[in-house]
């Protein structure tokens, strides 16, 4: 019995260097999705100083950033943070003082709790909901209007509602804010354009989800906002630093979309069969499958015994506090190109059919 988020971690991390000093990296895949990637080139290493880095990797990241986010160098700037979750920080103090509420559109809740609890932090009255009608209703100009484009779970907004949100937060001179940690690659999929080119004041998008970058938030937009962002940033040490700027720009300029597409098919196309057997109900994903039928409890002790048997790394054995508990594997990391789609259900049948004992 796992009683706390911090033991499950704890009990994950423990599995996986068991895996690791037995068998070694090769035995495990990591199907979360997200890759913490940390690509350097050989010259890159000479050039991390403290102050040499940033110098050279804010610049390259500005302009790969902006590229991958649909800016425009004109109007927009770019800029690397530790986390997605610290550029949202950042974003909420530098803004704290002109708004008077943070209202956020998603396509399903729950929010991804750093929104909720940057805004609790710093006593901004926070209004959530999946309801259209009850978002545009609220925007005007005091507010600062969040919309997520992808959920953690990976459900999507709707262009139409995103359009409208993000016209109407224009019209008011309310700030809009599109937190896309995934969404900035997984809306591409369906042909969504990215948020700065449908006039989104901020966005903020994860280099680690979807793409093989290290875990941390590039945020793009005005470039007055982001400057003051940057800076409030600053102070409290949320932007990344030389080495983790490095990783994200070769991430950024190694990323690929036909890589997502191949995971998109393989996704579309694998057997889910045996796993309905199980009396498990399943939802596809834009590059996976989550198994939805599960309580939060019997997908951490699936997920631990996943990783455990089959050394596959799942979100709800491994996640951040607070994260979603969905049990979801994702085709579009790395690894899964090493397994075969037989060897992951097989995993999941097994183990599922251990913790319950089948
Ligand atoms: C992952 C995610 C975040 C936070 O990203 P971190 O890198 O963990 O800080 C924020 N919002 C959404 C929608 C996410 O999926």
New binding site residues.
């Given amino acids: 019995m796992i009683n706390s988020e911090l033991e499950r971690i704890r009990r994950a991390r423990e599995i996986i260097l068991n895996i690791l000093k037995k068998k070694g990296r090769k035995y495990l895949y990591d199907l979360t999705g997200m890759s913490g990637g940390f690509k350097l080139k050989r010259d890159d290493r000479d050039i991390l100083d403290t102050y040499i880095g940033p110098a050279v990797f804010s610049e390259r990241l500005d302009k790969v950033g902006l590229k991958h986010l649909g800016g425009d160098p004109n109007i927009h700037r770019a800029v690397g943070f530790n986390?997605?979750?610290?550029a949202?920080l950042s974003t909420l103090m530098a803004l704290s003082k002109e708004i008077e509420e943070v209202i956020h559109y998603?396509p399903e809740r729950p929010?991804?709790p750093?929104?909720p609890r940057s805004c609790k932090l710093l006593d901004i009255p926070y209004f959530e909901s999946d309801n259209i009608n009850h978002i545009i209703e609220r925007i005007d100009r005091n507010t600062l209007t969040v919309v997520?484009?992808?959920?953690?779970d990976h459900k999507i907004i709707d262009l139409k509602h995103l359009r409208e949100i993000l016209n109407t937060c224009r019209e008011r001179k309310s700030i809009s804010f599109v937190?896309?940690?995934?969404?900035a690659r997984l809306r591409l999929l369906y042909n969504q354009p990215p948020a700065l080119k449908l006039n989104a004041n901020l966005v903020?998008t994860?280099t680690?989800?979807l793409m093989e970058g290290p875990?941390?938030?590039l945020l793009a937009g005005d470039r007055e906002l982001i400057d003051n962002i940057y800076e409030e940033g600053l102070k409290y040490g949320l932007e990344a630093q030389g080495a983790i700027l490095a990783a994200m720009v070769n991430a950024l300029e190694d990323f690929k979309m036909e890589r997502l597409r191949e995971a998109f098919e393989r996704a579309r196309k694998i057997d889910l069969t045996p796993i309905h057997l199980l009396g498990i109900e399943t939802e596809r994903t834009p590059t996976g499958f989550a198994l939805v039928s599960l309580s939060e409890e019997e997908s951490v002790n699936l997920a631990l015994k996943l990783l455990e048997k089959y050394g596959i790394i799942t979100i709800p054995a491994v996640g951040?506090p607070g994260?979603s508990k969905t049990f979801r594997i994702d085709l579009c990391s790395k690894d899964a190109y090493r397994i075969s789609d037989q060897y992951i259900i097989n995993g999941i049948v097994d183990s599922y059919r251990e913790i319950t004992s089948q």
Avoid: E, N
């Fill in positions: 986390r997605t979750s610290s949202i998603l929010s991804h750093s929104i997520t484009g992808a959920t953690m937190d896309d940690a995934s969404g903020v994860s680690d989800k875990r941390a938030g951040m994260a």
